[in-house]
């Protein structure tokens, strides 16, 4: 059984930076396709990055290009989401999640159905 947990959220003003964890058990996350995604309050979940399995393939919603970097340490089992220049519309719950399935599409890691486990999420706040 896959587990995540996810770590690493918090207040921050805009501009600033942080890095979000997802620390895997019950599997090598690399045989894992791994995605993050958040949802603001009143709103659905949305994708924010994704890297499949071994880490060939990396995907981004276009408003996070340029600011954030999905990636991964062998060693930690831990999937990273590094988040620079932080906007206030940053702000909701992150969650990460994980596929054993390998996609061929992008837009297949970018859509939350692919995924079976899930993470409990971490809070992510940015203030103007």
């Known amino acids: 059984q896959v587990q995540l947990v996810e770590s690493g959220g918090g207040l921050v003003q805009a501009g600033d930076s942080l890095r979000l964890s997802c620390t895997v058990s019950?599997?090598?996350?690399?045989?894992?396709?791994m995605g993050w995604f958040r949802q603001a309050p009143g709103k659905e979940r949305v994708f924010v990055a994704a890297?499949?399995?071994?880490?060939?393939?990396?995907f981004y919603e276009d408003s996070v290009k340029g600011r954030f970097a999905i990636s991964g340490d062998n060693a930690k089992n831990t999937v990273y989401l590094q988040m620079n220049i932080l906007r206030p519309e940053d702000t909701a719950t992150y969650y990460c999640?994980?596929?054993?399935?390998?996609?061929?599409?992008?837009?297949?890691?970018?859509?939350?159905?692919?995924?079976?486990?899930w993470g409990q999420g971490t809070q992510v706040t940015v203030s103007s």
């Open positions: 999640a994980a596929t054993q399935e390998t996609y061929y599409s992008g837009r297949l890691y970018a859509n939350s159905r692919s995924y079976v486990y």
């Open positions: 019950g599997r090598t996350f690399t045989t894992l396709g």
């Open positions: 890297i499949s399995q071994n880490g060939l393939n990396t």
